[in-house]
Structure formats: structure tokens, C-alpha cells
């Protein structure tokens, strides 16, 4: 028969067993031979209902303690032994980042480098950055930038339409950044500096079109603002962009936003396969400006008579191609890493007007 010297020796057994188990499925082990269906523990209150009465008033609680001390060691020493497994997990998943990390892994897309490289020229000229959506409305792709509705312009665009919705209108994949000008002079108060870098859409596809393509947009609104100021900022720019001296002319054009409205040439030449930027006798047209149209103005709630504005709007990819040498801009959205890896940027290097843009 069981009695109280067995209980106590038991014990002392399994909290012995338990301190020697040092990981989780040697305590486990213990646990199942101590209080498992055919453990030792379980075997013996299992002999309780052949006990007399006053064997059993001794026994049980006796049994039904000894289970739960031994229960109660189990469950102390997993919680050290998960302690020190999460320790361990943790010391060999560690990542020593004082490594010199291999930088051509991961690269910038060169579309991503332009566009910081265009950032960091604005903002030295006190721009700030202003993003809107690649879904546009009809008001703000279309109507407040003085397109009137059935205005030709409008099929210009090559637009991406949405179905009707349940109220009837039909968004827009937003064929340009200008909707982020009609955005910001309805929020901000003049003065106004921003550019709007972004993703544009127009359903076309060759060489030199990709249905999806960046541009950057800019808008300055102020008092006294004029078309010298456009020209300034914008020859500035891209001097500064190609870190060369480059010749621009100005050509009128026509934009239903803008009046004045010009497009911006750069002097360029071709030498073999690769193009000279800032030299030569041919004109390649890179962005579209001009001044900011009374009635744009007037839909935003500014009084034209107290406030002018520029705005321009430029191609990031055509610009990322010039100033790397890519052939075909379809390439630079095949994800190919071999591309990548090729014309990629490093992420550590960011763009800065100090050391270098690119
Ligand atoms: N939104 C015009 C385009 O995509 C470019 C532009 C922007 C022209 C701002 C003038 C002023 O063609």
C-alpha cells in the first residue's frame, strides 16, 4: 500500500527528473511518465477507489497535492526552458548590422533616383513635395484645368476610364500630375511652391510610350509671379539636373492650363549610339510650362487680379533615359534584374547637391 513516505519520495523523484530536463521535449518526457494517462502519478490515484474510506481521507488529497506540486514544477521549469530556447533562437537568428552589406543585391530604380535627384534640386529652391491620386475624378483631371467638357483635349489624352459608378461618373486613371495642382491651391493658402512626382497613364505603347509613366509637376502661385520666374527656375533646374551647362529654348505651345503655355528644348546631339546633352545643333523637347490659367485660378477660388502662378510638367522617364543612356523606355518596366542590376542605383547612396547628384 501506498503511504505518506511514498508521496513524499515521489515528489522528490519527479522534481529531481524535472531539474535534469534541460529542453522542452525531455520535460515533456517527464511529464507524460509522471501525470500522463499511464504515468506513475495517475496510476496511483487510479488505485484510490480500492482504498477503504479512511484510507482514502488520508490518500486522496495527499495524491490530488502531489499531482498538482509536480504539475506546477512541470509548468515553472518550461517557462525557463522556453525563456532560454527564445534566447537561444534569438542569438543564432541575430544580424550583425555593423556588416558591410553587398550594395548591388538591392538597387534604386533609376525612374526612383531621378525623381529624388529632381527632389533634392526643388527643394534646394524651397519646393516641397505634394502627392495626389492615381485615380482621379473628371473635376480634377479634366474640368478644373480648363478642359469644358467634350473638349477635344480631352480624347488627346489617350484616357483610362472607369465603368459609370452608381452615381454616374466615370473616374479617370489620371493622364497627368496636374490634377495635384487643382489639389493643392484648393487646400493651401498662396504662396505656393510644390512639385508632384507621381505615376501617369495614357493608353499607348511604343518605343518611347509605356502605358504607365512618371512625371514630375510643378506649381509655384504667388503675387507678381511671371514668366521670367517659370524661365529662371526651370534653366536652373536643369542645368543642375544634368550637372552641366545646358542651352534651353522656349516654344509656344498650346495647354488648355496654362496661358502663356511653351515647351522647354534642350540642345542635344547624337555621338554613336549615345546622346550628348547640352551640346550640338538639334532641339529635343523635354517638359511643357506656362503660366497658370485665370480660369484654373478662378476654379480654385484664387482671384487672378491678386494672384499668378507657373506650372510645369515634365516626363521622368524620358528624362532618366537621356540622363543614363537607356535605349527603349519599355525596359525600364519589364523587371528584369539583370536590367536593374545594370542601371540600378545604390540605396546608400542617396542624391545630394553637395557630393554629386548621381
Ligand atoms: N500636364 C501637361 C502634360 O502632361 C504638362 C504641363 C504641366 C504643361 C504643367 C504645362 C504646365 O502634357
Redesign the pocket.
Known sequence: MTDMNDIAALKSKFAGLIDEANDLPALDAVRVAALGKKGEISGLMSTLGKMSPDEKKVMGPALNGLKKDVALLVETRKSVLEHIALEARLASESIDISLPVNIKTGALHPVTQVMEEMAVIFADMGFSVKEGPDIEDDFHNFTA?NFPPGHPARDM?DTFFFPEDENGERKVLR????PV?IRTMMSEEPPIRIIAPGR?YRCDSDQTHTPMFH?V???VIDKGTHMGHLKGCLMEFISAFFETDVDVQFRPHH?P??EP?AEMDVRYERKGESIAIGTGDKWMEI????M?HPNVLRACGLDPDVYQG??????VDRLAMLKYGMPDLRDMFNADPRWLSHYGFSPLLQANLAAGLS
Open positions: 484645368l489624352h493622364t497627368h500630375t496636374s495642382q501617369t512625371q509637376e510643378g506649381l495647354f492650363f496654362t503655355s517638359l511643357g510650362c506656362g497658370v507657373f506650372a510645369f510638367g515634365m516626363g
